[in-house]
């Protein structure tokens, strides 16, 4: 089973960046998909998830309205959105599944860094 996700990188405050995560060995339709993010020195943060047909969407207050979160169960991705964003969105960004219905995430990506400078 792998979470890769990808697109991150270096981006001047205000502007945005699309990540995506690609995943593979696990039934993706069947998972609910989130994103999660860890600025240094800080615990952990859930950022987004969607559910397994894509039709329900649940966002951190942090980040409502500027993030979107969504998924292509014919590729076996979930994409986050980001725009408008702040130096407090900079942080290490993870995709991570569970099953539908689970309380924990069980899957989790090796992240990717986003940067926003000021």
């Known amino acids: 089973i792998q979470l890769v996700e990808s697109g991150g990188g270096l981006v001047q405050v205000g502007g945005s960046l699309r990540l995506s995560c690609a995943v593979s060995g696990l039934a993706f339709s069947k998972y609910t998909m989130g994103w999660f993010r860890q600025a240094p020195g800080t615990a952990r943060d859930f950022v987004a998830s969607?559910?397994?047909?894509?039709?329900?969407?649940q966002y951190a207050e942090s980040v409502r309205g500027r993030f979107t979160i969504s998924r292509d169960n014919a590729k076996n991705t979930v994409t986050l959105q980001m725009n408008n964003l702040s130096p407090v969105d900079t942080a290490v960004y993870s995709c991570?599944?569970?099953?539908?219905?689970?309380?924990?995430?069980?899957?989790w990506g090796q992240g990717t860094q986003v940067t926003v400078s000021s």
């Open positions: 991570a599944a569970k099953r539908q219905f689970s309380s924990d995430y069980r899957y």
């Open positions: 969607v559910n397994w047909m894509g039709a329900s969407t």
